[in-house]
């Protein structure tokens, strides 16, 4: 089950905590891997980690539309000229009450968490039309759903992905390519590190499952997501959150 | 029937599945042979390959029926 020898995904973000879980997973299941980012030691030492084999480092500033497309056909000539599976991973928060927040703050959050998305997506869409074989799968985020205070610009990147990738699933559903959402909840990575111990706990209070998620949680999702086995499902979220929103 | 004609042609009837002889010049994609709107997108990613010529978006929104197709290759073929 899941098997993904010979099939070809291009990660953003894969620098950060969830994004190298999903590297890393896909890779374990047999897929060829493009690591994106901007930090080009950290994808480079992930890359090492992953053996070497069958990963190509693809750095790529997502904030801006020429080097976004130009990461699309970079990644694509590293992968051998087809990219099977694209995972939207990349995001950034910058967070700020709504009455503070500057315009440079919201735009750069829906630059790069929700128009650079779209980007690559069009930008891979044309060899998975030819192919009649896609997955497109976005990370968005609970939060996308719920709200936050603090994160209207976050809030509406995440949520602009779900509503994007349920029009363009319903777009190309018929040419065997799936567009779908994995949307986490607290997971353990750099950004919920920052969070002190009372703060903790009182987000743990509100989770069911008593325990943040790990990184390698989410990817499971993504791997599944990707597998010939979820070729049926499309324009779908899948919530993993130990129950902290149950929707 | 020139060359080019013959060409689109047969990647219109391959793609659609349809008849050859529905296939003529004043046949409307999407109202003659049935095509959807990616379809039709599909199509012209195809006439650029065959013909090795780009096709801007917004000269491929007017080509509608096949003699539309292959009107626009005759001007700007490479090939």
Same mark, same amino acid.
């Given at each position: 089950m899941f098997d993904l020898t010979g099939k070809c995904a291009l990660v953003t973000g894969a620098s950060g905590g969830i994004g190298a879980a999903i590297a890393k997973a896909l890779h374990a299941q047999g897929a060829t891997v493009a690591l994106s980012g901007t930090r080009v030691a950290a994808l480079e030492a992930l890359a090492a980690g992953m053996g070497g084999e069958r990963v190509v480092v693809t750095p790529g500033n997502l904030s801006d539309a020429a080097a976004t497309e130009q990461l699309a056909r970079d990644a694509e000539a590293a992968l #051998? #000229?087809? =990219? $099977?599976i694209l995972v939207n991973n990349a995001g950034l928060t910058r967070d700020q009450l709504a009455m503070r927040m500057k315009d440079e703050d919201w735009q750069q959050v829906l630059d790069v968490n929700l128009t650079a998305a779209f980007r690559l997506s069009r930008a891979v869409l044309r060899g998975m039309m030819k192919r009649r074989f896609g997955r497109i799968i976005a990370i968005t985020s609970i939060v996308g759903v719920t709200g936050n205070p603090g994160q209207t610009n976050y809030a509406a990147s995440k949520a602009g992905l779900i509503g994007m990738s349920k029009a363009l699933a319903a777009e190309v559903a018929s040419r065997n390519i799936t567009v779908n959402c994995v949307a986490p909840g607290f997971i353990t990575t750099a950004m919920t590190d920052a969070l002190n111990a009372d703060q903790k706990d009182k987000l743990l209070s509100a989770i069911p499952a008593g325990r943040m998620g790990e990184p390698a949680e989410i990817a499971a999702g993504v791997v599944y997501l990707a597998? $010939? /086995?979820?070729?049926? =499902?499309?324009g779908q979220t899948l919530h993993v959150n130990g129950g902290m929103a149950m929707i | 029937m020139s060359d080019i004609a013959e060409r689109v042609k047969k990647i219109v009837v391959d793609h659609?599945? +349809? /008849?050859?002889?529905? +296939?003529? /010049?004043?046949?409307?994609? =999407? $109202?003659?042979?049935?095509? $959807?709107s990616l379809d039709t997108v599909e199509l012209v990613m195809a006439f650029e390959e065959e013909f090795g010529c780009e096709i801007p978006d917004d000269a491929a929104e007017k080509i509608l029926t096949v003699k539309d197709a292959i009107d626009f290759i005759q001007s700007n073929s490479a090939s």
């Open positions: #051998g #000229g087809r =990219i $099977d597998s $010939d /086995e979820a070729a049926y =499902i499309t | 659609l599945g +349809v /008849e050859e002889s529905k +296939v003529t /010049e004043n046949a409307s994609f =999407i $109202d003659d042979l049935g095509a $959807d």
